[in-house]
């Protein structure tokens, strides 16, 4: 399914970026994999780690990108071609949240919008956005933000249409 893919991964240098690109590399032989983020220094690292790990030809199918999902410009360039996208992009620290909650409502919620709309203007196939179990019964905010967000995608299906990108959450 993911041979000769295109995929792409929001807040790829994170934790589940890492471990999800490094299967992706091992188990499948796709097109290319775009690492979507903001920090060029992760970026910097897991491109050097993918090198000495895995050798220059199959690293060579990365592409960073460096980019906000809050910026919606940035993500239609990115979502070009692209044939999936892995949405792991996300503020998750609850107390960063709880402290910086317009910050959280931006990344999480405004974010996931720009997602969904990027998506099904570039035509994207499929989007599956990662959540948590604090969305089941927020108690904080990060959870609200989830919540509100895997909500987002889901709807975003009545968007699409039919013949259009498929959202799902997990």
């Given at each position: 399914?993911?041979?000769n893919k295109?995929?792409l991964v929001?807040?790829?240098?994170?934790?589940?970026?890492?471990?999800?690109v490094?299967?992706?590399?091992?188990?499948y032989?796709?097109q290319?994999?775009i690492?979507y983020?903001r920090?060029?220094?992760?970026?910097d690292?897991?491109?050097?780690?993918?090198?000495s790990?895995?050798?220059?030809?199959?690293?060579q199918?990365?592409r960073?990108?460096?980019?906000?999902?809050?910026?919606?410009?940035?993500?239609?360039?990115?979502?070009?071609?692209?044939?999936?996208?892995?949405?792991?992009a996300?503020?998750k620290?609850?107390p960063a949240?709880?402290?910086?909650?317009?910050?959280a409502?931006?990344t999480?919620?405004?974010?996931?919008?720009?997602?969904?709309?990027a998506?099904?203007?570039?035509?994207v196939?499929?989007?599956i956005?990662?959540?948590t179990?604090?969305a089941?019964n927020?108690?904080?905010?990060?959870g609200?933000?989830?919540?509100?967000?895997?909500?987002?995608f889901?709807?975003?299906n009545a968007y699409?249409?039919?013949?259009g990108?498929?959202f799902?959450v997990?």
């Open positions: 399914m993911l041979n295109v995929i929001t807040g790829g240098t994170g934790s589940f970026g890492n471990k999800f490094e299967r992706i590399l091992v188990e032989n796709p290319k994999i690492i983020s920090d060029e220094f992760k970026q690292l897991m491109r050097k780690n993918f090198i790990k895995y050798g220059i030809e199959k690293a199918k990365l960073f990108f460096i980019g906000d999902v809050r910026d919606k410009e940035r993500l239609y360039r990115a979502f070009n071609g692209v044939d999936y996208v892995i949405h792991a996300a503020m620290q609850v949240c709880e402290y910086n909650p317009f910050e409502i931006k999480n919620i405004n974010g996931a919008e720009n997602i969904v709309e998506a099904i203007d570039r035509k196939k499929k989007v956005a990662l959540s179990d604090k089941v927020p108690i904080n905010l990060y609200g933000t989830k919540l509100v967000s895997d909500k987002l889901i709807s975003a699409s249409g039919e013949e990108t498929i799902s997990v």
